[in-house]
Each structure stands twice: as structure tokens, then as C-alpha cells.
């Protein structure tokens, strides 16, 4: 069974630069596209980005663009979202989620596999 493990939260200050990684065990991530959801105190989890299999092109919410870049770590098997200009609003668990099968980016139950989420704290 694949397993997906998010990594690089924490506390970081409004305006500063992030990135988080999702790797991946017992499966091949390059293969899989990938969404990337959050989860803010007392709200719903939302999906924000995603990036298609293989060489797929990669798509933000309009909300997003120009802060969230997806890039693919094929040597390490990762996946690592970049989120520059953080603002305290973007306090939220991040998850990653993957699929094999027919998607819709930014729809969470259209994923099979969850990682366990990374806290990221925007905070003065």
C-alpha cells in the first residue's frame, strides 16, 4: 500500500518563504498525480494545487497563483511545494494525496491516499 509522508512545517514569520515535501514508500510518485489540500483551524480541507502523472502540468487555485510552485524530486521519489509570501491566513495542516486513477484536482475524494499532514504555523 503506498504511503505518503508530508514533511517541512513549522513556524515560520509572515513573508517567508516554505517548502514542503511529499515522499512517497512502496510506490513510484512519478507515476501518480498529486493533490495538495490544507485544512485551516475550524474550516474545511480545501485543495490548492495539484500536479498531473508523469510529466503532467501542474494547476493552482486562482487564489494561489504565482505563490505555490510543484516541482518533482524523481531521484529522491519526492514531491515539493514551494509557497513563498506566507501570510498568517495560511495557517492550515498541508496534506498531500495521490491517485492512479481519473482526478479532479482540487476534489478531495477524488484521491485514494493520504499522507498524515504537516503542521505550517504563520505567525509574528
Known amino acids: 500500500q503506498l504511503q505518503l509522508v508530508e514533511s517541512g512545517g513549522g513556524l515560520v514569520q509572515p513573508g517567508v518563504s516554505l517548502r514542503l515535501s511529499c515522499a512517497a514508500s512502496?510506490?513510484?510518485?512519478?507515476?501518480?498525480?498529486i493533490g495538495w489540500f490544507r485544512q485551516a483551524p475550524g474550516k474545511e480541507r480545501e485543495g490548492f494545487s495539484c500536479?498531473?502523472?508523469?510529466?503532467?502540468?501542474?494547476t493552482y487555485a486562482d487564489s494561489e497563483k504565482g505563490r505555490f510552485t510543484i516541482s518533482r524530486d524523481n531521484d529522491k521519489n519526492m514531491l515539493n511545494l514551494q509557497m513563498n509570501n506566507r501570510n498568517p491566513e495560511d495557517t492550515a495542516v498541508y496534506y498531500c494525496?495521490?491517485?492512479?486513477?481519473?482526478?479532479?484536482?482540487?476534489?478531495?475524494?477524488?484521491?485514494?491516499?493520504w499522507g498524515q499532514g504537516t503542521q505550517v504555523t504563520v505567525s509574528a
Open positions: 512502496r510506490y513510484t510518485l512519478h507515476y501518480l498525480a
Open positions: 494525496a495521490a491517485t492512479v486513477g481519473t482526478f479532479y484536482c482540487m476534489v478531495n475524494v477524488t484521491y485514494d491516499d
Open positions: 500536479i498531473g502523472r508523469r510529466n503532467g502540468a501542474s
